[in-house]
């Protein structure tokens, strides 16, 4: 069994990581923002609540989320083993998660500021399975074309060095007590902590991950 939280800053590599991670041991990954995209598109009434929500910068209902991920899991049958990345953010969402599903660990990618502006300001998309890419530290085989699909490659229009900045400082509000909510939790053996330099090349990162679950 191996269900993993990937936690990380925006521009953390997070979202890279989660797709190596899931390929090296073959598990599925659930993204927490791809799972709201798509419900998004259902109806009307809910592309509205989480347009607004995500909007005014707050979170979606702990109880909105978790029963799409575990809606997710089901469809997947990935229970025993998946990477869970863009939730929890909270202390209370992780409460709300651990009381429905326990988690094996917890991958912490800490980042300067100065990389992450970096990595972000050059990041690409490809928004329809969300695939990331970078036009220095990882590039797709085609300039501004994803490498399974062949279609174009875009920029989220908040990768802005202003709105980086602001949502940084919105990351670190959240995440600082989580952090420590979660090395509590690991000190009581309910969930391994793990936390990498991820300054450092994709390559070294990835390994070192590998490393620490192994």
């Known amino acids: 069994m191996m269900r993993i939280i990937m936690l990380g800053a925006p521009g953390s590599g997070k979202g890279t990581q989660t797709q190596l991670l899931s390929k090296y041991f ?51 049958n990935c229970f025993d083993k998946f990477i869970l990345d863009g939730f929890p953010r909270t202390i209370k969402q992780a409460e709300s998660l651990k009381k429905h599903i326990k988690m094996h660990f917890v991958i912490h990618l800490k980042i300067s500021t100065d990389n992450i502006l970096d990595r972000i300001t050059g990041r690409l998309i490809h928004e329809p399975s969300g695939r990331t890419y970078h036009k220095k530290f990882n590039p797709p085989k085609k300039k501004n074309i994803d490498d399974l699909t062949g279609e174009l490659l875009s920029k989220r229009k908040d990768d802005k060095k202003k709105i980086i900045i602001t949502r940084l400082k919105e990351y670190k509000k959240l995440t600082k007590p989580l952090i420590k909510w979660f090395k509590m939790e690991d000190l009581k053996k309910n969930i391994k902590y793990i936390e990498i330099n991820a300054n450092k090349s994709i390559h070294k990162i990835n390994k070192k991950i590998i490393l620490c679950i192994h």
């Open 26 to 76: 073959y598990i599925p990954f659930i993204s927490a923002g791809e799972i709201l995209r798509q419900e998004s598109k259902k109806n009307e009434k809910t592309k509205k609540y989480i347009k607004e929500t995500i909007n005014q910068g707050k979170l979606v209902k702990n109880s909105f989320i978790i029963n799409l991920i575990k809606k997710k899991i089901k469809k997947k």
